[in-house]
């Protein structure tokens, strides 16, 4: 593709000349013969010190914000912009022939992607997905690493997802991707905010820049669906170029649940006169399903057909995913790994739970520590037991992170037991557990791995309670 090509959109600020470029990236150790190198300024690297470098390797380009006095530079304001629009144009521009659907919010995210793609499947159409848990273009998964993958990888899924005739993508869109600009050039249809609670202050250091990324998406939409009940709505609806729509269970709203009904299995509710079944429990299974139907409805679906759909939705992997151990107790593993989350997912299972609700879980390392009481006080004062334990500790002493999380537990009631190691930890709960009480396994979700040190390990928790069980 020509280098021009590879530019358009981008505001490139010196004159250059135009060649065939091979291929784009922003990663040194890529190089091929011809390519563009874009470089990028990161946390603990800068693409720039190695411009030199890489054009002695074959890079034919290099795009660079900083006058390195390179013949083969290509100067542009912002490198992380420039590198998502080339990455765009390198893949034909598929995106723009797609009707993009984009979720943001703390929690939610991810069940209201599975939610949208399985309404739209019962509806006829295929469609691809981009999300935590995996990738997906029609029915073929691909692994992900990233909520929000890099501009390379994103923009050659919707490259497969338009050659395989796929009109329709889902995705969850990260208040990080927003700040790294791994979105730009993009366009979304229809734009969903699910909530907003303390989450990645780690990286974005105060609430209000964790806010300011998350609306980006709104800027960039058609159409936006808001949750009336979160008060973090009303910021991300002001000012914003889309149309807006409110979905609700407490406020008036465009879509407002009425009649709820919590039951061990799903959730029920009225909409607008239509009776929605959804098979995921929990209250906070209401507003993800709300998130859901209104999206698909903004999309020109009747409500109706949306409704009918909606009840063969499928459950999502480490969503309060129920492990089929065949004992008298219940094991649930979920995602939580913020205060919201395991609040609501321990209120969930408090609320179809006969006996006693014990919670295992830790928080990880080398991220928010300002969490790790909060979510300590929560479980004491939510479960009848708390068994504390290490998530992904990365290079923190486990036992550390442990105690700060100690420190909270204190203001609640419940039995605390610390097991440093995992799958100890597991074991213990299981031991303890009776007839009727439900184990609810918290933090690690979908992910297969711990994160220690450096390293990424393989850990499924199915694996250890399935070994403890014995299924």
């Given at each position: 593709m ?6 358009k ?54 795009i660079?914000?900083k006058?390195?006095?390179l ?56 469609s ?66 699910s ?12 609430i ?58 799903r ?104 969490k ?36 909270g ?19 213990k ?43």
């Open positions: 020509l280098l021009s090509q590879l530019l959109d981008i505001n490139v600020l010196n004159s250059y000349e135009d060649r065939e470029i091979s291929d784009v990236t922003d990663k040194s150790g890529n190089i091929k013969e011809g390519c563009a190198f874009v470089c990028v300024v990161g946390a603990r690297f800068d693409g720039h010190s190695v411009a030199e470098d890489v054009l002695s390797k074959g890079a034919a380009a290099v660079v914000s006058d390195l006095g013949k083969e530079q290509i100067l542009v304001e912002n490198t992380r912009e420039a590198y998502a629009i080339m990455c765009k144009n390198l893949f034909g521009r598929a995106v723009d022939s797609l009707t993009m659907i984009g979720i943001t919010g703390t929690n939610g995210k991810t069940t209201t992607a599975f939610v949208i793609k399985d309404i739209l499947k019962a509806l006829g159409i295929e691809g997905l981009i999300g935590t848990v995996k990738n997906m273009v029609g029915e073929k998964s691909f692994k992900t690493e990233l909520t929000t993958p890099d501009p390379y990888d994103m923009h050659g899924l919707f490259k497969m997802m338009v050659d395989d005739g796929i009109e329709y993508c889902v995705m969850e869109t990260s208040s990080q991707a927003f700040h790294q600009m791994r979105l730009a050039g993009i366009h979304f249809d229809t734009g969903v905010f909530n907003l609670t303390q989450d990645h202050l780690d990286y974005h250091g105060t209000d820049e964790y806010k300011k990324c998350k609306k980006t998406l709104f800027m960039n939409c058609d159409k936006g669906v808001f949750n009336a009940d979160d008060e973090a709505s009303f910021y991300m609806a002001e000012n914003v170029p889309c149309t807006k729509q409110f979905y609700s269970i407490n406020n008036s709203s465009d879509f407002k649940a009425e009649n709820v009904g919590l039951f061990f299995d959730v029920e509710y009225t909409l607008n006169g239509e009776k929605v079944v959804f098979h995921i429990p929990g209250d906070f299974s209401v507003y993800n399903s709300l998130a859901a139907i209104s999206a698909v409805v903004q999309l020109g679906f009747p409500l109706k057909d949306v409704v009918k759909a909606i009840f063969n939705a499928g459950s999502v992997s480490g969503r309060l995913e129920v492990l089929k151990t065949n004992t008298d107790f219940s094991v649930i593993i979920d995602y939580a790994h913020s205060p919201d989350g395991l609040e609501k997912a321990i209120s969930a299972v408090r609320g179809f739970t006969e006996g006693r609700v014990i919670t295992l879980f830790g928080c990880g390392g080398d991220r928010d520590k300002t790790r009481p909060k979510m300590g006080r929560i479980a004491a004062e939510l479960s009848d037991i708390v068994v504390v334990t290490t998530d992904n500790p990365r290079t923190e002493i486990p036992e550390m992170i442990i105690n700060d999380i100690l420190e537990t204190k203001e609640g009631n419940a039995e605390i037991i610390t097991v440093v190691d995992r799958s100890e930890a597991i074991a709960a299981i031991s303890i557990a009776k007839k009727g009480d439900t184990i609810l396994l918290a933090g690690k979700g979908h992910e297969t791995y711990q994160v220690i040190g450096k390293e990424r390990v393989h850990y499924d928790e199915r694996e250890v309670v399935f070994s403890v069980v014995k299924i």
